[in-house]
């Protein structure tokens, strides 16, 4: 089955540091990847899809199908950047989520 | 964004009990929505895909009586959680498919926080 691992539950860095986010994904084929943004008490919605190759918010998101990668990088974290983070894979139009990873920027 | 309404925002119920929740497509018909399970500190789990005028389909472990959708309209899909016991108590997402959309595609409600007592 196809399975979207996010190592890190937690992430904490201070303002104005670099940003990754893992996302590992399984797929042998041409996957279609995405990532989530959950601000506090807020729905979930899209970030950046890899597709598109554009940059939201400063962040950025390279698929690399060598390391069957998607990590998601931000070279200056902002306080306002603190959500919680998924990333997602495309399954024959279903996405499959991995188990989030929250982002915690200090001051 | 296409804007997805999802209702009751949260609900308390106890064990034995029924729960319908909504999901609305407000500004686009929705031909497909998705229902999503999430416990606490978890990922969200698909739970079934709604296909309008017909059958939802449901993944793997989830019981289809246990956990009723109906997608009756091109704007309206409802999940019932029958006889709900304390172990359904979680947050249910649901999310919205609007095709015709170039861009972002898929469209989530707000979700529906269930306890069960």
């Known amino acids: 089955a196809q399975r979207v691992t996010q190592p890190e539950k937690l992430l904490s860095v201070f303002k104005g540091a670099p940003v990754e986010l893992k996302c590992n994904y399984s797929?042998?084929?041409?996957?279609?990847l995405f990532w989530y943004v959950q601000y506090s008490r807020q729905r979930l919605q899209l970030l950046l899809r890899?597709?598109s190759r554009e940059s939201i918010k400063g962040f950025t998101a390279d698929l690399n199908k060598g390391e069957t990668s998607f990590h998601l990088k931000k070279p200056f974290a902002q306080e306002e950047d603190s959500a919680m983070y998924y990333c997602?894979?495309?399954?024959?139009?279903?996405?499959?989520f991995g188990t989030g990873t929250r982002l915690q920027v200090f001051p | 964004g296409a804007v997805v309404s999802q209702h009751p925002s949260w609900v308390i119920c106890k064990s034995g009990t029924s729960v319908k929740i909504e999901c609305r497509s407000l500004?686009?018909?929705?031909?497909?929505m998705f229902w999503y399970r999430q416990f606490p500190k978890q990922s969200l789990m698909l739970m079934a895909t709604?296909?309008?005028?017909?059958?939802?389909?449901?993944e793997q472990g989830v019981e289809k009586d246990k956990f009723l959708i109906n997608h009756a309209s091109l704007t309206l899909s409802t999940l019932t959680v029958t006889s709900a016991h304390p172990e359904d108590s979680s947050f249910y997402i649901c999310?919205?498919?609007?095709?015709?959309?170039?861009?972002?595609?898929?469209?989530f409600g707000s979700g529906t926080q269930l306890s069960v007592l």
């Open positions: 709604s296909n309008e005028g017909s059958k939802a389909t449901y």
């Open positions: 797929y042998s084929g041409s996957p279609e």
């Open positions: 500004d686009f018909q929705a031909t497909t």
């Open positions: 890899h597709i």
């Open positions: 997602a894979q495309n399954n024959t139009d279903k996405l499959i």
């Open positions: 999310s919205a498919t609007d095709y015709y959309r170039a861009d972002e595609k898929l469209f």
